[in-house]
């Protein structure tokens, strides 16, 4: 393929994906299969590799995020971004109907949004290109975040159709429900503190550092305002179906309506039917459609004269607090729930509510038996939000935290700079003990099929395990003496112990439940230390060298690997010839010349294909890497380099060397 026949090719490659990428993010509708989507896009990106000049920044390819540190540009609004006033009752709309009436003589109608409840931003495209996507900040200024919104897979790098050349468009990026329970989910199995809602997860994702985490977190956006010079239309309703058209994913609740009645409908019927919505909302925008109105209304210093937000009451029930439960999780971390009396809340019933920490009680000034408000918000559990004093008991019993575990007794302790209290009796704790086991069996780590919670519960009751290790002595007998356990299914999780010690070293390491050491985490450290040998007698510095490795875990790991139970456990699981190493297959003529180094190429080889160099670079045990960081160690230069690339490379220092001096490198 010569480069004009690449040029066409390319430009069909990014044209479909992009559609497809709309109809299958934006749309809801998608057309082609995954399979077939991935096969399109290795075709762009094995193209994009054979001729480097021809990869656009908008390209497709483009979203996978990189691992630069970006700490984030500041960037001046060039609109500044307000909010609104917000109502809670029809009444208050009515009040802003009448409002509105008072200025204008103008026939006019409204338009009717949903208020998304994530982090908003503001995109700006140039020629149909995305250029800049900067958070609210102070609204006067925000962060620069446009590498992270590049991951959005709904918001389009490139435009489509009859585009303004120069305008802004804002929405509101969100973390759909789904995303966010299987987040916290992963969070706690780590022992991180959860996300209190999605929005707090969206707005965390969005200041993430690293952009390929960003990537996998899954981020969707609405866009619901457009802003600039010579728009093309007049009603901000037809504005938002033309954006539409260019690739934007806009509500399709969005309706228009003619009268304050019409909106009361909105209102009420969105009060009930956004529990179907896959993200969260909390409450409806109700805006003038006329842009022109909207421009002769103005704004006052803080919020539009022409739009208001209407916020949906977050459900709210009043119960009795009969007593303060802890549970006792496995990382030793000791969570408070609320025992109330039942009560229904929006539709279902409520005993338990969260109140996350110590904190929270000291704030709320609990005492038991108070009458408390509970409200389900943006959360999915129940809180308690408020006391009703006028109605304590004035010898009620105030509710202080636990001083020591409930479980075992030992006294707790609380680490600086978290608002979490501990149990550090990790050897004794039952619920500690168990979890850990619970952990190990678990599908991702080493996945012993027929052992769940409550054989693990009996086994431990029975006196017959307390630490993983004792998992692989245990007897035939030792399983069929149990109440309920059969000859079947003793036979099943022996098997599968048996073949847990195929489980590869990445997975094994995941089990051991290090805090702060997740699958990815896991899986970095194993590639990059290859064996628990190095690992446990890795300094701070080693280990920090590692990808996506900081203090933090660092600090976590060289912690757990001092206490001499744990050096006993990992003795007593090499005995039982689990893997404790990559069992790599070495490859002919591989060494570890290039180890630790990160390579980036551009340009066209003599001697390499791109492909050829990429693997030779991997062979000799480097990285070969997208885009141009500090972190990078050296830029391979062939005929025809990107320009940028060199420029870029130039700046930060990165020594240019060719095919030549990085053969020699290996030898
Ligand atoms: S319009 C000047 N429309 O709510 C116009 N905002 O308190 C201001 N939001 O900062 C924005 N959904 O983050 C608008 N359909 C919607 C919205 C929406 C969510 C957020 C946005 C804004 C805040 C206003």
Not at 602 to 629: A, C, D, M, Q, Y
């Amino acid at each position: 393929m010569n480069q004009q026949e690449a040029a066409l090719r390319i430009a069909y490659l990014c044209e479909e994906l992009d559609r497809h990428n709309y109809k299958y993010y934006s749309l809801n509708q998608p057309e082609i299969d995954d399979y077939t989507f991935d096969q399109l896009m290795n075709e762009l990106i094995a193209l994009e590799q054979s001729f480097p000049d021809l990869l656009h920044e908008t390209s497709p390819t483009q979203r996978v995020g990189n691992d630069i540190n970006q700490d984030f540009k500041q960037v001046a609004h060039k609109y500044q971004m307000l909010s609104l006033s917000n109502t809670y009752t029809e009444e208050e709309v009515a009040d802003f109907d009448q409002r509105i009436r008072k200025l204008t003589d103008e026939n006019f109608e409204y338009v009717c949004e949903l208020k998304f409840d994530g982090t908003s931003i503001s995109l700006t495209y140039e020629n149909g290109k995305l250029v800049r996507a900067v958070t609210r900040g102070d609204g006067e200024k925000g962060d620069d975040v446009t590498a992270n919104v590049k991951t959005i897979k709904s918001i389009p790098l490139r435009l489509h159709g009859d585009y303004p050349k120069e305008f802004e468009i804002r929405g509101e990026i969100v973390l759909p429900f789904s995303v966010f329970e299987n987040l916290n989910r992963e969070r706690e199995e780590i022992g991180e503190q959860p996300f209190a809602n999605p929005r707090n997860a969206a707005s965390g994702t969005l200041k993430l550092q690293n952009s390929s985490i960003v990537a996998t977190r899954k981020l969707d956006a609405y866009l619901y305002h457009v802003l600039g010079n010579n728009l093309p239309e007049d009603g901000h309703y037809a504005l938002l179906q033309h954006a539409a058209t260019w690739g934007f994913k806009t509500s399709e609740h969005t309706r228009k309506c003619k009268s304050i009645e019409e909106i009361f409908d909105f209102l009420k019927e969105w009060n009930v039917r956004r529990k179907d919505l896959p993200v969260a909302t909390d409450g409806v925008v109700i805006k003038i459609d006329s842009i022109n109105l909207q421009q002769e209304l103005g704004f006052t210093a803080k919020s539009p004269r022409w739009a208001i937000a209407y916020k949906f009451k977050a459900e709210q029930e009043r119960t009795i607090l009969h007593a303060v439960s802890y549970q006792v999780g496995r990382t030793g971390a000791v969570t408070p729930v609320a025992n109330l009396e039942p009560v229904l809340l929006s539709g279902t019933v409520v005993r338990r509510a969260t109140l996350h920490n110590s904190d929270v009680i000291a704030n709320l000034d609990l005492h038991l038996g108070d009458t408390v408000f509970i409200e389900k918000g943006g959360e999915i559990i129940p809180k308690i939000i408020r006391v009703d004093l006028s109605e304590r008991h004035p010898m009620s019993e105030k509710v202080d935290f636990i001083t020591h575990c409930p479980e075992c007794n030992t006294e707790l302790i609380k680490q600086e700079g978290e608002s979490a209290f501990y149990c550090p009796n990790e050897t004794g704790c039952p619920p500690q003990l168990k979890g850990k086991l619970e952990h190990f069996i678990g599908r991702k780590s080493m996945d012993i099929d027929g052992l769940g919670s409550e054989t693990i519960d009996l086994l431990f009751q029975n006196g017959l395990v307390q630490n993983v290790a004792d998992l692989y002595d245990l007897s035939f007998n030792d399983l069929t003496n149990l109440d309920r356990m059969g000859e079947k299914s003793a036979n099943r999780i022996l098997e599968s112990l048996e073949t847990s010690r195929s489980v590869p070293f990445e997975r094994v390491l995941f089990s051991l439940g290090i805090r702060f050491v997740g699958e990815t985490v896991a899986k970095k450290l194993a590639r990059g230390l290859k064996s628990i040998v190095k690992i446990s007698s890795a300094s701070l510095e080693e280990l920090i060298a590692v990808d996506e490795i900081g203090t933090k875990i660092a600090e976590s790991i060289l912690n757990w690997f001092k206490e001499l139970k744990n050096q006993n456990l990992i003795e007593r699981l090499k005995a039982q010839h689990l893997n404790f190493e990559i069992i790599e297959q070495f490859k002919e003529g591989q060494t570890e010349k290039l180890a630790g180094l990160s390579i980036i190429v551009s340009g066209t080889f003599e001697k390499f294909s791109r492909e050829e160099l990429k693997n030779f670079i991997e062979l000799h045990g480097g990285k070969n890497v997208s885009s141009i960081s500090t972190k990078t160690d050296y830029l391979i230069a062939g005929e025809n380099i990107g320009p940028s690339k060199l420029e870029k490379a130039e700046k930060l220092k990165i020594p240019i060397i060719s095919e030549d001096q990085l053969i020699q490198l290996t030898e």
